[in-house]
């Protein structure tokens, strides 16, 4: 052990720590913005420090506040298991954030020889830990409806149990069919064998080698999320509020919060094996490091453009309409984030200027590093994106329509597709 | 008979409907597109900001919140018959009468509150009004307070209300 694995390895963990934690309240602001927008409205804008009010982000915080400072409360019936009540949500939440540490962030840094995983829990095994860990969560709610004593509450988690029950052989043997093609259990290796290319031009991504793999693991995990169009366990016409109906303040919250992490993970589950995880297409680790330069001059380019369409884009939207004469100091926070904005991206500038100018292996190795970190979080947030704007789009499955889908539809294709894909990779490698 | 009988064609059954994935896709294509041209210019949606806007359509027939109505010469059409905390099914209006000196009748109200942390809104009192006293034309749809008394509407506040709407004198009692 050496100092640098020592430091890389907490800073890979506090960053998984930090990309699992601190994009909840991020996403519960992007979900109800995006709400708004989908449907013609708003959605919070108001809530600021200072003046400060950054699109409406405050408004989670001002949440998490009012959360903790909320009445716990117990219902009166529940005397036996109490502490495996208040247990329950824990649960929950903490199998969603375990199962998110096993998601390489960037690809190994190799530091005087020795290789250092940018994974928060460096394991080799990382399908095998999702699978085990994510499949916890459910226990979670069981419990929750369980000890409630509540039929709606059990009612919610014996359909959630079920729901999970029946997406879970999908989706194990969706990704067997990953594993098969990859030729491997280790997270970081399959983004490596995605780097590739396919049919000479095409990216060789998840997605465009097994579509239907793709598809049903996209599909079993929307389920496993407990997220649109899979909310049986939580139906507000049909079984009041399913297994969370007798959970009030921080107790809700976790089991709230469990769901944005889990939704997390799943979006870091997929682009990890199916859309190339921390890579761009076409471009392998191997050639970043060797053409950094080429790169750098890129990003020179490609951040101030960003940062000028940034402002603009505030400019446009961050003040208030004609007809209201107060400003509300959002010119002002314009003013202040724009000159922010240019200092960081005149900073960005300089270093990797330094870095083209002046090549240093460590140095470059860590530009890098950076550089596929922030294009995991790009398309982290992207596809979180995309699961919210499922959920306004799509309307919930009822609970039979959900359990054939599990049983008649994705199971047989799952099936279908593992021999497929065991007969073509036999045949390709004979 | 049988040629205003209008047969609607039933989805679901071809291939493509069965397959799902093209309906995701139309129905993608529709919130995508509400989310970025909102997205791209937040000021076109079509919403009121609304403390700093006002809003400027509210109906006549609107019930906002109450009044109390004047005679032509100013005194308080109310006589005090407790029709209205009779109606009220919130019973939540509390009326204390009182012996009337001006000559005008025989009672009026000393005190007239009405609770709206309990009112429900529905209009039963101004229905059951003989003399048109108590009236929910003041087109005022938000009340704001930060402790429950402020909550409570008492015979002044209720006399200072003016209806929003052109009638303002009670069209009973004169």
Known sequence: ?430 | MSKNIITTPRYGKSFKDKLYLPAIYEGCKVTFKHFFTNLNDSNAVDTLEYPEEQPRDITERYRGLHRLTHRSDDTIACVACFMCATACPADCIFIEATEREDGKDEKMPKKFSIDTLECIFCGYCVEACPCDAIRMDTGIFSLTGVKREDFVLDKERLLSHKGAFGEEKSCARN
Do not use: C
């Not at chain 1, 809700?252 to 921390?278: D, H, P, R």
């Not at chain 1, 724009?338 to 530009?367: C, E, R």
């Open chain 1, 1 to 430: 052990m050496s100092m640098a694995s020592i430091i890389v390895a907490i800073i890979a963990f506090v960053l998984g720590a930090l990309l699992a934690l601190l994009t909840i309240p991020v996403l519960v602001w992007l979900e109800r913005r995006t709400a708004g927008l989908v449907q013609d409205r708003l959605g919070p804008n108001r809530t600021n420090i200072f003046g400060f009010r950054l699109g409406g982000v405050i408004q989670s915080f001002a949440d998490v506040v009012k959360l903790l400072i909320k009445e716990e409360y117990y219902p009166s019936h529940i005397k036996m298991g109490k502490w495996l009540f208040m247990l329950a949500p824990i649960i929950t939440f903490s199998a969603a954030l375990l199962a998110f540490m096993v998601i390489p962030f960037a690809d190994t840094l190799v530091i005087d020889g020795e290789a250092l995983r940018m994974q928060p829990i460096p394991v080799e095994f990382g399908v095998f830990w999702y699978l085990a860990i994510g499949a916890v969560g459910v226990i979670g709610v069981i419990f929750g409806g369980w000890l409630s004593h509540n039929k709606y509450s059990l009612l919610g988690a014996m359909r959630a149990a079920s729901m999970v029950v029946s997406y879970e052989l999908p989706l194990g043997l969706a990704i067997i069919s990953f594993i098969i093609t990859y030729n491997s259990v280790d997270f970081n290796a399959m983004v490596e064998f995605q780097s590739d290319t396919f049919f000479i031009f095409l990216p060789a991504w998840g997605i465009l080698i097994q579509p239907l793999a793709s598809v049903i693991l996209i599909v079993a995990l929307f389920a496993e999320t407990n997220r649109n169009p899979f909310t049986v366990a939580e139906g507000e016409s049909e079984i009041v509020a399913g297994f969370m109906t007798e959970y009030s303040a921080m107790k809700f919250a976790m089991y709230f919060m469990g769901e944005y992490v889990a939704m997390n993970t799943a979006s870091a589950v997929i682009i990890t094996m199916v859309f190339g995880g921390y890579q761009l297409p076409y471009v392998s680790t191997q050639m970043l490091l060797e053409n950094f330069n080429y790169f750098a001059y890129t990003l020179m380019i490609v951040v101030p453009v960003f940062v000028w369409w940034m402002i603009r884009f505030m400019r446009r939207n961050n003040r208030v309409r004609p007809s209201v004469s107060t400003d509300s100091g959002r010119a002002y926070e314009t003013k202040v984030i724009s000159i922010f904005l240019v200092a960081m991206a005149v900073i960005v500038d300089v270093i990797l200027l330094y870095l083209a100018l002046s090549p240093n292996a460590l140095a470059t190795q860590i530009a890098v590093t950076l550089l596929q970190i922030m294009v995991f979080v790009i398309k982290l947030m992207a596809f979180n994106m995309f699961f919210i704007l499922i959920r306004w789009t799509l309307p919930r499955f009822r609970y039979d329509q959900v359990q054939t889908l599990g049983w008649y539809y994705l199971l047989p294709l799952s099936l279908f597709n593992l021999f497929i894909t065991a007969i073509v990779v036999v045949g390709v490698n004979s």
